[in-house]
């Protein structure tokens, strides 16, 4: 064990080009041998245009890190943000050298985030590259618990209009649990569509949800290019 922080990655090779192998890396936090916190990172495949849900505010932070897999040319990253209302702004750019690596917050260098954010940061990369993004909070004993945050890939073919259902398999609400769903909108038009929620039962019978926005349990409503929360509180 190691006093000193060190940021790496590793990179896997199959033997077969057309496989694509499954792999995750677990970081874990422990104070005095007890385990804080851990988070399970996947292994990535390369892309070159992304986009995540990003927050900085009181308590919660957004990390990301960015690896250069390419040991003959260096990577770079152009980014910018979104708010929830579709706003781009801090706009920025950022060079990874051959096999180099980036780990950094949102409200550090080279994103240098405003200290108060909730939408969403898109990049492209003049290179393949693997991005990962870590949701962090800080609880009530001041422990920095973390969670990894899926990233879109920006791709016309792969984000065409699809009308096919995306289901969350759980929800937890009430007994002191409350749930965060985040709708993240992968192209730059706004879009439209309906929210459902339904019981734990066999049945799959629809419920209603005490959450901002919602009415019937249903929502029709437009994601401009950022995101839309909702604060899933209780059951009714």
């Keep these: ?11 896997i090779q ?43 505010g009181s308590g919660i932070d957004t990390g990301v890190a960015i690896a250069n897999p390419d040991m003959a040319r260096a990577a770079t990253v152009a980014f910018h943000f979104t708010d929830s209302d ?6 920025g750019l950022a060079t990874l050298p051959p096999g180099g ?28 590259v693997s991005l990962v993004a870590l949701r962090g909070i800080m609880n009530e004993r001041s422990e920095f618990l973390t969670t990894t945050l899926p990233v879109v ?14 289901v969350v398999p759980q929800l937890a609400a009430g007994g002191g649990w409350t749930t965060d769903v985040i709708l993240l909108n992968p192209t730059d038009d706004v879009i439209a569509g309906d929210v459902q929620f339904f019981s734990s039962g066999w049945d799959g019978v629809r419920i209603n949800c005490v959450a901002p926005g919602l ?17 899933i509180q209780n059951r009714a």
């Design 215 to 231: 009415l019937n349990n249903e929502a029709t409503s437009g994601v401009p290019p950022a995101k839309r929360e909702w604060n």
């Design 101 to 128: 690596q980036l780990a950094a917050f949102l409200d550090q260098d080279p994103f240098f985030g405003p200290p108060a954010f909730s939408g969403s940061v898109s990049f492209t990369s003049s290179i393949p």
């Design 1 to 11: 064990t190691r006093d000193g922080i060190t940021v790496d990655h590793a990179q």
């Design 153 to 166: 890939e920006l791709n016309v073919e792969l984000n065409s209009v699809r009308t096919d259902p995306v």
């Design 86 to 91: 579709g706003n781009d702004f801090g706009d």
């Design 14 to 56: 199959a033997n077969d080009e057309d496989s694509r192998p499954a792999g995750l890396a677990f970081i874990e936090l422990r104070t005095r041998g007890v385990l804080i916190s851990e988070s399970a990172l996947p292994a990535t495949a390369l892309m070159e245009a992304g986009r995540f849900y990003g927050e900085v």
